[in-house]
């Protein structure tokens, strides 16, 4: 389910129509349905209800303000992976204590952030970071939980940027390790280490892998009981699928039945059960809103140049996604029953769609099926809630676009599109100055 449909040929958003927003905001902008994000959060919640699961939404997916403020008006915690979605989690209103903390980089300032902030598990992934962790502890005086991420050696079945729970990646450790790790920890330190974590990649379509990795970690955890370490937190990450094209991902209660069967036991025991979901909450729930600014043919290709491409969305060119692209408005005969590389219509016309930027991967769609495309008309690029904003870049000085939160009748700019004068900010001499107060003197530069 998302908040986007055609009616009589024009797109809507909830009850707004596209064409509104598009005319007071321009393009590129991101529109997100709140009803949408609710909702696939209400479903997950209650998918997994039997395990009682905490949810800590994936900061990275969307991490604009008011989005965070709707996922926490629903109860919902933070997945983190850095300082700086640390701030904006603040910023939004969080409970640090109601976030997570992963990353296999953190810095000492990082830590020491998280720890005055009180964040309420951090997700270790490495030996050193144990270390380090313990003794930024001691230093600030500060006691805090960690878990350690694991790396299952699973096979997701994802593209291989985003398989993070395969053999020799730079996620987690070893099972071996693992227990080592658990052992050696002194467990009368202020970090009390007490769970395990896993993400194993996304978009993960099946439950198969992830029953594989449930299944090391209860058997790692068995071991680690014998060994005398309760494992009071396992924390399955996400990854779950989103619909890039129609009824592509499983539902929620698909996952949550087969893992139920294997967690009841544990969560009977007092097992708390984390999960991060981003993409299955917020990728449905956003579309990207580009404008034709050309149309033209050549070395026997259709083209159609955007006003934005992969610097708004680079997850085509960077991951091969398929992203479902349809004229905003079009006649009764082009609405499109389903979203798909081919829909079943007729006089539809294969254009690539592409930025205009200057690099052959700039595209947004190839070889794709529409119908004919002037210069002027609005795309929706649809599904492009999660990972499409947050991966927004302003190569060749593009300013990234605007955002809108639409919810019901009602619409609103959440982030405003950055101007030119935005894009030169923090090469200002006064910017500069306030940056490094006195610069070293070189005598290499003129
Ligand atoms: C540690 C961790 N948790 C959760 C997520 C969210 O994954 P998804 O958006 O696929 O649900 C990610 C994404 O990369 C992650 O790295």
Redesign the pocket.
């Known amino acids: 389910m998302d908040g986007f449909e055609f009616r009589d040929g024009r797109l809507w958003a909830e009850s707004v129509a596209i064409e509104e927003i598009v005319g007071e905001v321009g393009t590129p902008v991101f529109v997100y349905s709140a009803e949408t994000i609710r909702e696939h959060l209400a479903r997950l919640s209650e998918a997994f209800s039997p395990l009682s699961p905490q949810l ?1 939404f ?1 900061v ?2 969307c991490p604009n303000l008011s989005i965070l403020k709707l996922v926490l008006d629903t109860g919902a915690g933070l ?1 983190l ?1 850095s300082g700086g979605e640390l701030h904006r989690a603040i910023a939004a209103g969080a409970d640090p204590a109601q976030c997570v903390f ?2 296999v980089g953190k810095t000492d300032t990082e830590i020491d952030a998280a720890l005055a902030a009180g964040v309420g598990l951090f ?1 270790v992934e490495s030996g050193e970071e144990l270390a380090t962790l313990t003794s930024r502890c001691e230093a600030l005086g500060r006691s805090a939980r960690a878990a350690l ?1 694991i790396n299952p050696e699973v096979e997701p079945g994802t593209h291989r940027h ?1 398989a ?1 729970g395969r053999r020799a990646t730079k ?1 987690g450790v070893d099972l071996a390790e693992a227990a080592a790790i658990f052992k050696g920890h002194d467990h009368r330190s202020p970090l009390r280490l007490v769970g395990l ?1 896993l ?1 194993i ?4 379509a099946t439950p198969a892998p992830y029953l594989d990795a449930i299944d090391k970690a209860l058997s790692l955890r068995d071991d680690l009981r014998k060994a005398g370490c309760t494992i009071e937190v396992l ?1 399955l ?6 619909d890039y094209t129609t009824g592509q991902a499983p539902p929620a209660k698909a996952y949550a039945e087969r893992f139920l069967p294997r967690l009841a036991p544990a969560v009977a025991e007092g097992l708390e059960i984390i999960l ?8 449905n729930a956003g579309i990207l809103l580009v404008r034709v600014v050309f149309t033209k043919n050549s070395g026997g290709r259709r083209f159609a140049i955007c006003d934005a491409g992969m610097n708004a969305l680079i997850r085509p060119s960077h991951y091969d996604a398929f992203h479902f692209i349809w004229p905003a408005r079009v006649g009764e005969h082009w609405v499109p029953p389903r979203r798909e590389a081919a829909p079943p219509l007729e006089d539809l016309e294969v254009v690539d769609v592409v930025g205009p930027l200057c690099e052959t991967g700039d595209y947004l769609a190839l070889d794709r099926a529409l119908p004919p495309l002037a210069r002027g008309e609005v795309l929706a690029v649809f599904t492009a809630g ?2 499409g904003m947050s991966m927004a870049n302003r190569y060749n000085s593009s300013p990234l676009p605007a955002e809108v939160l639409v919810d019901g009748d009602r619409w609103r700019l959440i982030r405003a599109r950055e101007s030119y004068d935005d894009l030169l900010e923090h090469e200002r001499p006064a910017r500069l100055a306030r940056a490094l107060p006195s610069p070293p003197l070189s005598t290499s530069c003129p």
């Open positions: 800590r994936s990275k997916s997945d992976v992963a990353g997700n991420r985003t993070t996620f974590h993400h990649g996304s978009p993960i924390d990450g996400g990854g779950f699928a989103a991060e979901p981003g993409r299955s909450i917020v990728a999660a990972y």
